[in-house]
Each structure stands twice: as C-alpha cells, then as structure tokens.
C-alpha cells in the first residue's frame, strides 16, 4: 500500500485528490496539510511514500517545506510537485531540492495515479520536453555562473558521461540501450552507478547537473 500525503491550501483541490487515490486499491491517504510547515511535521509522524506537494503556499510555501523534509528526512518520502502552469518558476528550485518531478494540477486521474506509483518504486517523473525547457529557461538566462563544473565529471568513466548526456537530452534506457548498442540491463547498471559517484537520486537530478556543469548546453 502507498502511503500519501497531501499538500496544498486549496480545500477542494485536496477533497478532489483525495476521491480520486481513496478509489485506488493501492494507495492510502495518511494526512493533508494546508501549508508548508504543516507538510513537514506530518512528513516526520504519518511516514508517507509520496507526498504531493503544492508550491504556491502562504507562510512555509512547497519549495519551503521540499528542503525541510529533504533535511529531515534524506532517504524519506518522495515529493511530487504540484503546480498550475508547466513553467511555474519555483519548481526548477523544487526539483534542485530533491523533489522527484512535477505534475499539472489539470493532470488526468490516472497520470496522477501513475505517478504516484512510478516515484513509490523510486524514479523519478520526468517529461523530457518540459523538464528541459523549464531547466533551459533558469540556466539559459539566469546570467550566473554554473553551479557545478565539469571537473565532477571526472569520477565518471567515457561511457558512463555518454550516458549520462543520453539521459539529459530525454532519451529512456530503451533509446539509450538502442543508440550505444547496448542491452537495456546494461545501460539500468550505468545509471545506477551515475547517481551513485554523483550522488544524485534519481533521473531528474541527473538531467539538472548535466545542465548546471555545462556537459549540455541550453538550446543545444
């Protein structure tokens, strides 16, 4: 059963979410909060899986609340970013701060459903198009340096950095395994090693450093 958290401070947003997961026979409703603060002390008592959470909130905002559990709980729940527009200017910051993807509050039941149970299992949602177009617009034009170089790229093997471009410009291990002429157990074993020695979590986090140390470059 997966266990999930709602967050957000509209009252018929959360009644809304919370008919369509109590019809889910896999999933459990364990709390909702209406703001950030809340978010993270139900975060640390009901120990959900998941945790949808809104951005814009008063007081303790998603981004907010993202960070606090993250610190509190490392290897805790897995945070689902709810936002209104697909280029919502927080959740680039949300996703930096160990969020596992973000969905469209008008998201169809049953991608939410989905997504729900694809970061339970520990991936992470990305949609290549919109991920990269939202990490594209902050990187492109923020006009500051990259926060990473491309020196931390050297704990990775020629391969392993092939990969690793692969995944931040959208490719799945399928179309990676396809490119590289490799089985797709082989390309899931260089994966898992890249989030390792970068010590990244998941996929998202990968196609953002990959960006940020500049081995892709915006608009490329």
Avoid: W
Avoid at 27 to 39: K, N
Avoid at 63 to 90: K, M, N, Q, V
Avoid at 114 to 135: H, N, Q
Avoid at 200 to 214: H, K, M, N, P, T
Wanted: charged letters at 25%.
């Amino acid at each position: 059963m997966i266990r999930v958290l709602l967050v957000d401070d509209q009252t018929l947003l959360r009644a809304g979410l919370r008919m369509i997961l109590d019809n889910a026979d896999d999933m459990d409703v364990v709390g909702e909060a209406d703001d950030g603060a809340t978010a993270v002390t139900l975060a640390v008592g009901a120990a959900p899986d998941v945790i949808l959470m809104d951005i814009r909130m008063p007081e303790v905002d998603g981004l907010e609340a993202t960070r606090r559990i993250r610190a509190a709980l490392p290897d805790g729940p897995r945070i689902l970013i709810l936002t209104t527009f697909d280029l919502d200017e927080y959740v680039y910051s949300a996703l930096r701060s160990g969020a596992s993807g973000f969905l469209l509050k008008d998201a169809l039941a049953a991608d939410l459903l989905s997504a729900i149970r694809v970061v339970a299992r520990g991936d992470a949602i990305v949609a290549p198009p919109i991920t990269r177009r939202l990490i594209e617009r902050h990187i492109g034009t923020s006009g500051d340096p990259l926060p990473r170089t491309q020196a931390e790229l050297r704990v990775l093997t020629d391969r392993e950095r092939e990969v690793l471009e692969l995944i931040a410009r959208g490719l799945s291990n399928a179309e990676i395994a396809g490119r590289l002429f490799l089985t797709e157990g082989t390309v899931k074993g260089h994966v898992s090693r890249i989030l390792t020695k970068l010590g990244l979590r998941d996929r998202v986090q990968a196609v953002i450093f990959s960006y940020e140390c500049g081995l892709v470059r915006p608009g490329a």
